[in-house]
């Protein structure tokens, strides 16, 4: 799998917009971008994966550059419940679910009131 | 969407004794589920590959017999820490089809 780089933390500001920066430019044709947050003793939480076009469901939204070297994931307006640690990872999808991946250290992303 | 469920969240034992825990996909077939460790302050760390009706596939370093894995049916993957130690002590945690469970706090004392 591609590896990705993430920067190790960041701090938003309550209801302002959180965005995220990913960094994957090994990535292959066919991999997918995918986003996970992780709150402290929970398992990983998806939020958003894409291909190639941006993404936007109701807990993010998702832009990949044309490129698909590096993705931006942004929480409109953040809240103290989205503190948590983000991961970026980038993998195959097969039929019976994504490929086994490598989990980066993240991006601790503390929400401040 | 799908759900996988994790069980136990939390449990402690004592050294010696052997620990299972079980991912459950809850409304969807997964043939294939991953188990993951992490410890404190850690990322997650995959640990191996479960396969529906074969044999798991395990991370290098990672010990096979220590680390007993069974996926016996499409909805079950069961993770078994055998002769458990302290320094196996740590957060478990199992995905399938792009969800993970809610882990499994293991403490041996």
């Known amino acids: 799998d591609a590896k990705t780089t993430q920067p190790p933390s960041m701090d938003c500001a309550e209801g302002r917009a959180a965005n995220l920066p990913c960094n994957h430019s090994?990535?292959?044709?066919?991999?997918?971008v995918y986003w996970y947050r992780q709150i402290h003793s929970q398992g990983p939480q998806y939020i958003i994966h894409?291909?190639?076009n941006n993404e936007t469901n109701e807990m993010a939204s998702l832009i990949i550059t044309e490129d698909r070297k590096s993705s931006t994931l942004i929480l409109p307006h953040a809240t103290l419940r989205d503190t948590a640690v983000y991961y970026c990872?980038?993998?195959?999808?097969?039929?019976?679910?994504?490929?086994?991946?490598?989990f980066g250290t993240g991006t601790k992303l503390q929400v401040i009131p | 969407g799908a759900v996988v469920s994790q069980h136990p969240s939390w449990v402690i034992c004592k050294s010696g004794t052997s620990v299972k825990i079980e991912c459950r996909s809850l409304?969807?077939?997964?043939?294939?589920m991953f188990w993951y460790r992490q410890f404190p302050k850690q990322s997650l760390m995959l640990m191996a590959t479960?396969?529906?009706?074969?044999?798991?596939?395990?991370e290098q370093g990672v010990e096979k017999d220590k680390f007993l894995i069974n996926h016996a049916s499409l909805t079950l993957s069961t993770l078994t820490v055998t002769s458990a130690h302290p320094e196996d002590s740590s957060f478990y945690i199992c995905?399938?089809?792009?969800?993970f469970g809610s882990g499994t706090r293991l403490t041996i004392v």
């Open positions: 995905s399938a089809s792009e969800q």
């Open positions: 090994t990535i292959s044709g066919n991999e997918y």
């Open positions: 894409g291909l190639k």
């Open positions: 990872i980038v993998s195959h999808m097969n039929s019976g679910g994504y490929q086994k991946v490598t």
């Open positions: 409304d969807f077939q997964a043939t294939t």
């Open positions: 479960s396969n529906e009706g074969s044999k798991a596939t395990y």
